[in-house]
């Protein structure tokens, strides 16, 4: 079975993911479903192993780099599409996951967030974060607000990203892309956001946030005058800022809280959920840190529940809590109330129709949702 074939029914399909496994057909994601590639026959030891070669062409130090990680992140592409790989093991046999990247850059008005995402990422100096779950859409939101800075801004961006997915051109900002990696442009994210001080940027766009070397390094860049947006793979606004200061050591925890309720601008937690058409809707979580929740942030004992009770009583500055949008999805018709309730612990079902229900009778709404 031909590995490019493979790919241009996946593309064909609009799926999302590839996922090539021994013993199985080739399975696609679709809509958030698997689905097997019809008429196909089971892949084989052989099949994945000739994959290899065709996805590294031999080159004798990904082979390495592979030999010694026990996996690889690669660009690879048929046709004009762009995959993303993933290649790794299960008992000790090659298995792949292959993301299909979108050649046309996202517009930021498609995305499903309200406009004062847009604006937070224009603002002088400070820090931005980008939160999800893997497939919640983050490296599509980093994308297209670059593409809306370069075409409506003048600014040096650098992006750090591990592997480049979207390619950019300079329009009206000058656009740096660097691919994270050994035998690539920068070893380490940490590495590359340090470098960047000397290079004259005015946003540093990190592609995630592991530890805290590259968390020390955004601090020192926005300190020092700069923007920068990273991403992280957790699920709320709160848990998020529990990462960042769990990164670091008791006793530097009082230190940090401080930085980070000085530089951080906003926090992003997006989901994305199945809507009632069938095609994948936005849920945002979003936390424009103000005096109220910079204070929440300095606590000594720092709970999740005060922060999303400060985006809750911060939502008339433009925060929004993740109930308010799930609320406006169902109210709207974009998603089923089930699918709203899978997405929230029981106590909160009654807060969620209560919200439900005055949206629908015109009682309350949220400017920045429009």
Not at 91 to 118: A, H, S
Not at 125 to 150: C, D, F, P, R, W
Request: charged share 25%; proline share 2%.
């Amino acid at each position: 079975m031909e590995l490019d074939a493979i790919l241009r029914e996946g593309v064909y399909r609009g799926a999302s993911d590839i996922h090539l496994v021994n013993k199985m057909r080739p399975i696609y994601r679709i809509n958030r479903e698997l689905t097997e590639m019809q008429n196909a026959e089971q892949l084989n030891e052989n099949d994945l192993n000739e994959f290899f070669q065709v996805l590294t062409k031999s080159n004798e130090g990904i082979l390495q780099s592979f030999n010694r990680e026990r996996k690889l992140d690669m660009n690879y592409e048929v046709d004009g599409v762009r995959f993303r790989v993933n290649a790794s093991l299960s008992n000790g046999i090659l298995t792949y996951t292959l993301r299909i990247v979108k050649n046309e850059l996202p517009e930021f008005r498609n995305l499903g967030l309200p406009d004062i995402v847009r604006k937070t990422a224009l603002l002088p100096q400070g820090m931005m974060m980008i939160t999800g779950k893997s497939n919640s859409g983050k490296t599509t939101t980093l994308n297209a607000l670059v593409n809306e800075i370069n075409k409506t801004a003048k600014k040096k961006i650098l992006m750090l990203e591990d592997p480049i997915e979207y390619s950019h051109k300079s329009i009206n900002s000058l656009i740096i892309q660097k691919e994270i990696g050994e035998g690539k442009d920068c070893l380490t994210f940490s590495a590359g956001t340090y470098n960047s001080l000397r290079e004259d940027c005015d946003i540093v766009i990190i592609g995630e946030v592991r530890d805290s070397k590259t968390m020390d390094a955004m601090l020192e860049m926005a300190e020092a005058g700069h923007f920068v947006i990273g991403t992280m793979h957790t699920k709320s606004c709160a848990e998020t800022i529990d990462r960042i200061i769990n990164f670091y050591e008791i006793s530097d925890q009082k230190t940090i809280k401080y930085m980070v309720s000085s530089v951080l601008k906003a926090v992003v937690s997006q989901r994305l959920l199945k809507g009632i058409n069938g095609g994948l809707v936005m849920v945002p979580e979003i936390m424009l840190v103000n005096d109220i929740i910079a204070g929440a942030i300095r606590k000594e004992k720092l709970t999740s529940s005060e922060i999303e009770d400060a985006i809750l009583t911060s939502q008339s500055t433009g925060s929004l809590s993740f109930i308010f949008s799930l609320a406006n999805l169902v109210a709207t018709n974009k998603i089923s109330l089930d699918t709203a309730k899978s997405q929230i612990d029981e106590k909160s079902y009654t807060h969620l129709t209560n919200t439900i229900a005055r949206m629908k009778n015109n009682t309350l709404n949220w400017s920045g949702m429009n």
